[in-house]
């Protein structure tokens, strides 16, 4: 039965089964929990009612009826029976119910971690374990449970892992092991970007570096801690998130260009797999494609015909939304004929096979069942492809049987280097549109950031376009073009602007205190009050205020010194005033 019976908001958490003073206290229980998961669920096989929701730790999280059906529906394969055994996968919906308030603080995490790993305000994500074996005890003859852990972060990897130790114990243990490990969890650290943590569970202590975003490429992976004595001997993750590249995109690696210009842009895509698994794996490959850039459409790893926007994005009263959808049920492929962009993937190749390269197909040679792999679109891609990298990723590579962590460490490059060629143009013409830093006057409101012409743009890249740093040729201008028409471009420059607005206002707090610092002494700042009216003084010293506070609510890159002597120059302005302001600016 489900745990849970209410909807709405959530309260604060307890221990299973304790009440809840709703008093956010410094230690609440669960917060250590709450930095790295939402939930734990699990979800059962009833006979009456189909999928159903058994149990959620901790017990008074929260989750409305619409997130508990979409959980229950995705945590299972579409078809059981195709899935005998242990099979792992991923998924993520929409928030339902409004903003809930979390006990832990998301912006210190968000502000150190890479923008494509930060937490997701308006989604969750479910890491599913399914079990499903044959038992004779149970009416229909099959054991089929799965455990979810549901998070905001995208550590894919992380989640496997811990699932990985945690799912074979739970099955056979059931609730107690699931509360001892809900425990363990909360006393973790929390994630810091750019520190290796070590979080131990069940006997095992994982070991992983949660990525900065001043990381160089290289700089990813955990370092043995040498001088710690641990015991157990930690396992040691080489990543929270990223997954195998080359084994996602083997099958398709002749279109792994096309694919990538495909995210580049936000175009609709659907993926249809014979496994939740491989659905999951390379939705989250495709979206990973792009870094540095963040991912700012919507995508669903794994996605079934019960999912409560099924309706929304089936529709052909209007063009596919920007998303990508994994699907496994051949249903979708009469369902979203329309969509213009189809990636068909067929099961596994045996390890060391060459694999054959599908080829790139018409959306009218779509059918229905029989649908061969392969990537169905009408798409030109605007850039010529490398034959080089696909030389040396297939015939040197599967033949000389490179390992495969090496062969995506090729492709990961050469997709980093291809994404990096594309923004570095854009990066160093919005740095043109900076004010210069000697026209920032401390007493005068900052200048503004000048506004992008995307004409101007374009006009730049024949001395400052990609052809600096990637030997690829091809229509480079239609692709930006196309670019701007985009989400991606929407929210790259949001970010940047939003990034570039913080550092003005950040230099214009150090020229404030630049022009403090030769007032040094109440006689030099009485002088300088002497052709100031009071009405000036209070103003000056509530901006200061208010820039004080912005600043520190917003982390911006102001050095700690500069922020105290900000606060030193309010404090000796105010008492220089008359006594009846300074009760007013320093209220008791």
């Known amino acids: 039965m489900d745990a849970l019976s209410g909807a709405g908001p959530r ?20 917060a250590r929990f709450s930095a790295w998961l939402e939930c734990v669920c699990v979800v059962t096989f009833d006979l009456e009612l189909g999928q159903a929701l058994e149990l959620v730790y901790p017990s008074d999280f929260r989750l409305t009826d619409k997130e508990k059906s979409s959980i229950c529906y995705l945590s299972f394969p579409d078809s059981h029976s195709g899935c005998l055994g242990d099979t792992q996968f991923s998924f993520r919906i929409r928030q339902c119910g409004g903003q809930r308030s979390p006990w832990h603080d998301d912006r210190h995490y968000d502000t150190g971690a890479p923008v494509s790993l930060q937490r997701e305000p308006a989604h969750y994500f479910g890491y599913v374990y399914f079990r499903q074996v044959k038992d ?6 099959y054991f089929q449970k799965s455990l979810v852990l549901v998070s905001r ?22 609730a107690p092991c699931l509360e001892a490990v809900c425990n363990e969890i909360d006393q973790w650290p929390a994630p810091m970007p750019g520190q290796t943590l070590n979080l131990p569970v069940m006997g095992v202590i994982l070991q992983v570096r949660i990525p900065s975003r001043v990381d160089k490429p290289e700089s990813s ?15 040691v993750l080489s990543s929270v998130h990223e997954l195998d590249l080359f084994r996602c995109f083997q099958p398709v690696l002749a279109h792994v260009q096309t694919l990538w210009e495909l995210m580049l842009l936000g175009e609709p895509l659907v993926v249809l797999a014979p496994s939740p698994a491989m659905s999951s794996e390379m939705v989250l490959a495709l979206t990973r494609c792009l870094h540095p850039l963040k991912f700012c459409c919507d995508y669903r790893p794994y996605f079934t015909i019960h999912d409560s926007e099924f309706r929304e994005f089936t529709t052909r009263t209007q063009a596919p939304p920007n998303v990508v959808l994994g699907v ?7 369902m979203l004929q329309h969509w213009p ?54 015939k040197q590579g599967l033949q000389k049987k490179r390992p495969s962590d090496m062969q995506t460490a090729l ?17 160093h013409y919005m740095t043109s549109l900076m004010p210069l830093q000697k026209s920032i006057m401390p007493w005068k409101t900052p200048p503004q950031i000048r506004p992008f012409r995307q004409d101007d743009f374009l006009c730049s890249l024949e001395h400052a376009g990609p052809q600096l740093t990637c030997i690829l040729k091809g229509d480079w201008l239609g692709l930006y073009r196309r670019f701007f028409k985009s989400p991606h471009f929407d929210g790259w420059y949001r970010q940047r602007h939003k990034e570039m607005v913080q550092k003005l206002e ?15 002494g109440k006689q030099n700042i009485e002088a300088w009050m002497k052709d100031k009216s009071e009405v000036e003084i209070v103003d000056l010293v509530l901006k200061l205020r208010e820039k004080l506070v912005w600043a520190q609510g917003h982390q911006l890159p102001v050095k700690e010194a500069t922020l105290q002597r900000a606060q030193l120059y309010i404090e000796t302005i105010i008492g220089s005033l008359p006594k009846d302001l300074q009760a007013v600016l320093c209220p008791p």
């Open 11 to 30: 309260r604060a958490r307890g221990r299973p089964g304790a009440r809840s003073s709703g008093v956010r206290a410094p230690a609440a229980p669960w």
């Open 136 to 141: 004779s005890s149970v009416k229909r003859g």
């Open 153 to 174: 972060l995208p550590f894919v990897r992380l989640f496997q892992a811990l699932l990985s130790l945690i799912a074979p114990e739970y099955f056979d243990k059931l």
């Open 221 to 235: 992976a955990p370092k043995q801690c040498g001088h710690e004595n641990l015991l157990p001997a930690p396992v």
């Open 328 to 334: 496994t049920n051949p249903f979708f492929i009469k």
């Open 341 to 394: 962009h189809i990636l068909r993937v067929g099961e596994p190749r045996m390890s060391g096979d060459l694999p054959k390269q599908v080829k790139l197909k018409k959306p009218s040679r779509l059918k229905t069942l029989d649908t061969k792999p392969g990537l169905y679109t009408a798409y030109t891609a605007h850039l010529h492809r490398d034959k080089a990298l696909l030389k040396r990723l297939l």
């Open 411 to 427: 492709l990961r490059r050469h997709l980093l280097e291809l994404t990096q060629s594309f923004i570095i143009p854009l990066e």
């Open 506 to 520: 950040a230099l214009h707090l150090e020229a404030i205190c630049e022009a403090v610092r030769g007032l040094r």
